[in-house]
């Protein structure tokens, strides 16, 4: 056992960023099978256990770190937390097929409170059918934890990486932007006024759609088949929870290009647009930062552009470069500024 | 929405045993898709994307409810983590092929203590040829979280579910019983002892055999290759986790036969029949009810007993009944006693 001898030094993890940490912890993987076609480092990792392929991707979600239940139904928790799992099968344009789903809580939880989680998961497995195959439940010494994994399959040749992306390729997304982290603003904002006046009644008359957003996205699995049906394979695509901008340098780095996007172009929704002014927030930056929209991002060859340009639910916001040319959005009034994970960087013009 | 209204009933979840819970939670799981071949309730799921089987399990550990850092070093739990979750693909006459591994660790823990974590994983897989394809880090409100998935593949008529074993059949077990949870007590008196005076050295000489089984188990994907080299598949199998006794109900229930075992056959390392001794414990009941083992309990029909009775590492205990003459256990002294799940109940003579 002297192999199980352990480290002395001391870094804080607050030193590493996740994705530092991540590739750090992860840099002595070997792989063995040659039934892995692709392991770390895009939506879903690519198993190959026979013709059609096996594709696997898992999310770890702890309250008060991941979610907040003072403001998110336990219901609704369950939906979103299936609904990014299958979001991650879609954006490598596969489908999902099978889910499980591990449950740990404390005593703070009821069965009926376990229910609505339960029921939520489920009504979202029904939505894109998708089977629920395993899990457990456990106690937890503190808050609600929950783990999901999520299969889906794929032909290999279907199968869209973030490295795919060429120069020249179009960026295309789909649905609007900015939706789900304007709901997060608005239910924050509540938040901080009930913890302040507990007997008043929120505000939240006309905010349907933003709070729909944020507290019950969908997986847009119909995107999948509407590219399928149009015969369009993505050269490169991401789904969108991080942001725009974060997902961009995602396809740009992997792919080893640039990208040259165009602010007038991203789609944003007329009360995702009125609920930032409101909040004295720019609505481009909350398209390009804002995040959990779940939309897909995705690059096709220009010589498709005459199969998607009638499509009504997407966007082309821009397009590949060459990757020395860098990563840049023309804003609407036609300065470049450069692309950040944050953003953009609108005190720093190119 | 309105179909995402909750529940306001309460109901605690202490009156809702483990396996009672989850059963609850999943009454209302529909199967959608063709390529599920088994959902929840064997040691893994199994899904058909091709001519090969792809097997699924997964496991959410926390600290303080599955693991007790002040006596488990973190390389150590990297290392049982991975080895119980290949069990479970060993449990079903399968191989390991892959596996995803998601953490949540609290600013207690350093960059350090997460890279000995991940060694303790990285050796795991390394021994058995598994791929880490996959998860993330993030940060946790409280200690340490640790979320498995293992994916194995197997031909079909190879799988071998709990449901399999027939009357007649003989009832075998792999290596010996007991020592991990005699280990555990060890670690437990030892760590009490240092609680009350944290300057005394552990008392731990000798122990390694037992200290071992508790803290480096090992898959025995070792048992499912020799079965395959003498061309025997089990009708019934299941990995011993929780303890002989109520892996054996496991498999009586969802067989639908009863179960003959015989205590004289139960096969006890010597240091755990004397550590138990010491602890005064009854070797038999450790055996029973300890749990943690990981060996592979498995029927076979009489027909493969001459292939199996010169195996060094096969015990053969007792054998399939009919559902209707029950589960029990003849003691060395020749009574007979009714098998619980917490092992037996030797004041209830049958």
């Known amino acids: 056992m002297s192999d199980l001898f352990e480290n ?17 912890l992860t840099q002595n993987v070997k792989l063995y099978n040659s039934s892995t076609l692709k392991g770390i480092g895009d939506d879903a990792a690519v198993v190959s256990h026979g013709d059609k392929k096996t ?28 609904m990014v799992n299958l979001s991650d099968i879609c954006a490598m344009n596969g489908s999902p097929t099978q889910v499980t789903v591990s449950i740990a809580a404390s005593s703070r939880f009821s069965l009926e409170a376990l229910e609505d989680l339960y029921a939520g998961m489920l ?32 032909n290999e040749k279907d199968i869209v990486y973030r490295s795919g992306a060429k120069k020249g390729d179009l960026i295309c997304v789909s649905g609007d932007l900015g939706g789900a982290y304007m709901g997060l603003q608005m239910l924050e904002r509540e938040k901080a006024v009930f913890l302040q006046t507990p007997n008043i009644q929120p505000q939240l008359e006309g905010k349907d759609y933003i709070l729909e957003r944020q507290l019950k996205p ?38 080893k290009v640039g990208v040259k996007l165009y602010e007038e172009k991203i789609p944003i ?23 959990e929209d779940y939309e ?20 082309i916001i821009g397009h590949i470069t060459d990757e020395s040319e860098g990563n840049y959005i023309v804003s609407k009034s036609g300065n470049v500024y450069e692309i950040t994970a944050q953003g953009w960087n609108a005190f720093k013009q190119a």
């Not at 897909?296 to 966007?315: E, R, V």
């Open 8 to 24: 002395t030094e001391r870094t804080e993890l607050s030193q590493m960023g996740e994705f530092g940490l991540i590739d750090h």
């Open 55 to 82: 594709l696997i991707s898992t999310d770890l979600l702890i309250e008060g770190i991941h979610f907040d239940l003072m403001y998110v139904p336990l219901k609704h928790l369950g939906y979103k937390a299936i």
């Open 123 to 154: 009504l979202a497995c029904d939505k894109w059918k998708v089977d629920l195959i395993g899990g457990d439940t456990s106690s937890s010494q503190k808050g609600l934890i929950i783990s999901i994994t999520v299969l889906g399959e794929a």
């Open 218 to 255: 969908d997986a847009r699995m119909d995107i999948v088949e509407m590219l399928k049906a149009l015969s369009i394979t993505p050269s490169a695509m991401i789904d969108i929870s991080d942001g725009l901008a974060s997902e961009l340098l995602h396809i740009s780095k992997q792919s």
């Open 269 to 291: 929704d007329p009360l995702t647009y009125d609920t930032a002014r409101e909040f004295n927030l720019d609505p481009t930056v909350c398209a390009l930062s804002g995040g």
């Open 296 to 315: 897909l991002l995705f690059t096709i060859p220009q010589s498709d552009y005459d199969k998607i340009k009638g499509q009504p639910d997407i966007s």
